[in-house]
């Protein structure tokens, strides 16, 4: 039987948008800082590139082979996408990255995922899982962990992260501190001699079956979880870490969604990320920087769809006239756009909000530029400085600067917004999908349109990141009492 090919994006009528269609305000950005700017306009064009000749013609393939075998992951388009940088473009340039951060993560998101979806999570749920090192502020754990990437990436061989939060009775209960409080955890770390000791499991883990390097929550007390929720980095290769189920998904599927079995797990103190108890606090900034590009995500198969419908209301013919001529076609392909170009704008609300306003704004203050330039990774690398560096200090100096810099409102505001684009971007991704299939009619169910493929993928975005319930009232709650996701009051 002959495997369903993607109709070739080539024949498609050029509908992407342009880098200042995509956002108005970029000319204004433009004006301020051009090298910025110009940053992000080459990250979007290598982007579109890799997904329009690289990603497209894989997608219906690999959907196939996952299919037949849940367990199936191509390590071929992995590692293509490492050779063209996709797994350190946003690693700190501190390590050697290329230190994009919210912004890039989503213009880069959406163009992948316009071509599919399942392929590009495998990218997008690596930097998630990073993201949660390089947002930490724990330089001594930062520099050992993500430098793997980095150094993996010259040989062409992925290293890959993974944020292991859920757990079997307890999803997005884990995402604010009111969750926290009551939910039935099932992974504990008992505080041993030299380390933790983890037993437990988490769930629906996406790249957890073929990540190197895991971020693990965990309660040290599952009585008392919100005061003793910590973070710590475990390797795949840890005594006791194995791999259960491989999820057979509806969408999304070159990415994998796995269940990590921790059993007497041994972690050393040093891959402890910041303090005993502050789990929780590490869960809202990954969760205020990364629900953006999620919505971007959402965005990327609402693009996808939208295009593939507009290419075929093009080019067939019902009743003797094309049906884009038809007023009701051309009304559905409107909306679409509205829709897409609305969530758009939310997105990048959230992402500049966050890249200038929240943590990467510590990397612009000048007493940390001085550290940097002092202490350049070479410098810290070096075994003699990495036995006498004072990491508690500076770890302790960093948090509290960020306190001073980051108040309470700005971190509220950031989880509101950032809430605010990902219930945007996917419930867009959905609707535009619905719309897509109902333009091609008995034909969306045919694999060769993407159109079926770009309706599956959506639906997930609605679930992960939080589900869209747990956003929406994120917004309403951070409104109401800002810093009540941290379980901080805020005073007036």
């Avoid at 079956?209 to 929550?217: D, E, N």
Wanted: aromatic share 10%.
């Amino acid at each position: 039987m002959t495997e369903p090919v993607m109709i070739p994006w080539q024949e498609f009528p050029e509908l992407s948008p342009t880098f200042e269609e995509m956002c108005p305000r970029i000319s204004l950005l433009r004006k301020w800082n051009k090298r910025y700017v110009r940053g992000l306009e080459e990250l979007m064009s290598r982007a579109r590139s890799f997904a329009r000749n690289k990603i497209w013609a894989k997608a219906l393939e690999i959907e196939e082979k996952v299919f037949n075998d849940a367990r199936y992951f191509d390590w071929e388009i992995t590692r293509e996408g490492t050779k063209q940088g996709w797994l350190s473009f946003a690693v700190p340039k501190e390590v050697g990255g290329e230190g994009y951060l919210v912004a890039g993560v989503s213009i880069a998101m959406e163009e992948m995922c316009s071509a599919c979806a399942g392929i590009a999570n495998i990218f997008g749920a690596h930097a998630l899982g990073f993201s949660a090192i390089a947002l930490s502020l724990d330089m001594e754990v930062f520099d050992r962990h993500l430098r793997k990437i980095v150094d993996s990436a010259k040989k062409g061989e992925p290293w890959l992260f993974s944020l292991d939060i859920t757990e079997p009775s307890a999803g997005s209960d884990v995402e604010d501190a009111e969750g926290l409080e009551k939910a039935k955890l099932t992974l504990e770390a008992k505080k041993v001699s030299g380390g933790y000791i983890l037993n437990g499991r988490k769930c629906f883990i996406s790249n957890g079956s073929v990540a190197r390097t895991h971020f693990v929550t965990a309660a040290l007390d599952r009585k008392k979880p919100l005061e003793s929720f910590t973070a710590f980095v475990v390797p795949s290769d840890a005594k006791g870490l194995s791999i259960g189920r491989v999820e057979k998904k509806m969408g999304q599927k070159a990415c994998p969604a796995a269940e990590v079995v921790f059993e007497d797990v041994f972690v050393p103190e040093p891959d402890r990320l910041g303090k005993e108890g502050e789990g929780m606090l590490h869960t809202i900034v990954i969760l205020s920087a990364s629900r953006g590009p999620v919505g971007a995500i959402g965005l990327g198969i609402a693009r996808g769809a939208f295009e593939r419908a507009y290419y075929y209301a093009h080019t067939t013919k019902k009743n003797g006239r094309y049906l884009i001529e038809d007023q009701a076609v051309q009304y559905l392909l409107a909306e679409m756009q509205r829709q897409i170009q609305v969530a758009r704008q939310a997105v990048f609300d959230s992402a500049f909000y966050f890249d200038f306003e929240h943590v990467p704004k510590m990397l612009s203050l000048p007493s940390n530029k001085i550290i940097t330039k002092l202490f350049p990774y070479s410098v810290r690398s070096a075994k003699l400085v990495q036995r006498l560096m004072p990491w508690d200090w500076l770890y302790q100096f960093l948090r509290t600067r960020t306190e001073e810099e980051v108040p309470i409102l700005t971190r509220s505001r950031s989880v509101r917004l950032s809430s605010i684009a990902k219930v945007s971007g996917t419930d867009t991704a959905v609707q535009v999908s619905r719309m897509a299939m109902e333009i091609l009619g008995e034909e969306a169910v045919l694999k060769n349109w993407g159109v079926e493929k770009c309706f599956r993928d959506a639906k997930l975005t609605q679930i992960y990141e939080g589900t869209n319930q747990i956003n929406r009232l994120a917004i309403i709650k951070e409104l109401r009492k800002p810093g009540i996701s941290e379980r901080i009051e805020f005073k007036q």
